[in-house]
């Protein structure tokens, strides 16, 4: 029901985003604790490119990434794997080929050579010109975390922990996610670790037009909710 809720909004070019309060971003990173290091690069977003860089830990031998399919809230496998484009995996500083299942779009293949501790993987995301809810415009953007993200194939995808950051298209560009802020440096938000159930289900609006609403407390935590709108008059709720 959120999410059915915030896509009819966006459609009316304002985006929602209901919050408990509670590193440069392009290029590889050391991993932590075995998480996957996930960097998203959103500065061109209102170009409609986004760009994300991955350090993912491994061990040798072939592995499986996939590109979340079933999303929640649309029950079905609507994940948008046409728009993922320019995936390129490198270990060690070689680039490795990989191939894509002949079966599962979703899913792509490739070599660990013996004694890698990480992959570096990158790719863009291409937003869709039709159909669907806007990725941004001028002046407002609204990130499904299952846009911009690979995975190692899993049983559990809540044991898949994930420490994710964001560039904004600017430092005056402001936010509202679910998601724990550990930093914001000027247009660079960096995120405490999650499990990949939990970043798909906590999506992120940012805008320069924004509106605070407080909502009170719901079990003794406060409760607000974040508007943005293309212009500040749409706010004027």
Same mark, same amino acid.
């Given at each position: 029901?959120?999410?059915?809720?915030?896509?009819?909004?966006?459609?009316?070019?304002? #985006? !929602?985003?209901?919050? !408990?309060?509670?590193?440069?971003?392009?290029? $590889?990173?050391?991993?932590?604790?075995?998480?996957?290091?996930?960097?998203?690069?959103?500065?061109?977003?209102?170009? =409609?490119?986004?760009?994300?860089?991955?350090? *993912?830990?491994?061990?040798?031998?072939?592995?499986?990434?996939?590109?979340?399919?079933?999303?929640?809230?649309?029950?079905?496998? %609507?994940?948008?794997?046409?728009?993922?484009?320019?995936?390129?995996?490198?270990?060690?500083?070689?680039?490795?080929?990989?191939?894509?299942?002949?079966?599962?779009?979703?899913?792509?293949?490739?070599?660990?050579?013996?004694?890698?501790? $990480?992959?570096?993987?990158?790719?863009?995301?291409?937003? $869709?010109? $039709?159909? =669907?809810?806007?990725?941004?415009?001028?002046?407002?953007?609204?990130? %499904?975390? %299952?846009?911009?993200?690979?995975?190692?194939?899993?049983?559990?995808?809540?044991?898949?922990?994930? *420490?994710?950051?964001?560039?904004?298209?600017?430092?005056?560009?402001?936010?509202?996610?679910?998601?724990?802020?550990?930093?914001?440096?000027?247009?660079?938000?960096?995120?405490?670790?999650?499990?990949?159930?939990?970043?798909?289900?906590?999506?992120?609006?940012? =805008?320069?037009?924004?509106?605070? !609403?407080?909502?009170?407390?719901? %079990?003794?935590?406060?409760?607000?909710?974040? #508007? !943005?709108?293309?212009?500040?008059?749409?706010?004027?709720?």
């Amino acid at each position: 029901m959120h999410r059915r809720l915030r896509v009819s909004i966006l459609s009316a070019l304002v #985006a !929602f985003a209901c919050c !408990f309060t509670g590193p440069q971003v392009g290029g $590889a990173q050391t991993t932590r604790n075995g998480a996957i290091v996930l960097q998203v690069d959103a500065s061109h977003v209102v170009q =409609g490119v986004v760009r994300v860089y991955e350090t *993912v830990p491994v061990s040798g031998g072939p592995l499986t990434l996939v590109y979340p399919k079933w999303i929640p809230g649309t029950h079905g496998p %609507n994940g948008p794997i046409a728009n993922l484009g320019g995936l390129t995996i490198r270990a060690n500083g070689a680039t490795l080929p990989w191939t894509r299942d002949l079966v599962d779009l979703y899913a792509f293949h490739v070599g660990v050579p013996a004694g890698t501790s $990480a992959l570096d993987v990158s790719f863009a995301y291409l937003a $869709a010109t $039709a159909g =669907g809810s806007r990725l941004a415009g001028p002046n407002i953007m609204s990130l %499904n975390w %299952n846009e911009v993200v690979l995975t190692p194939q899993a049983d559990d995808y809540s044991k898949v922990v994930l *420490v994710p950051s964001l560039r904004l298209p600017s430092a005056a560009w402001k936010y509202a996610t679910a998601l724990d802020t550990v930093s914001a440096n000027g247009a660079v938000l960096t995120f405490a670790p999650v499990s990949l159930e939990m970043l798909v289900d906590s999506p992120l609006d940012a =805008g320069l037009n924004t509106r605070t !609403f407080e909502l009170g407390t719901f %079990n003794g935590a406060p409760v607000t909710l974040a #508007a !943005f709108a293309d212009t500040q008059e749409q706010l004027a709720a």
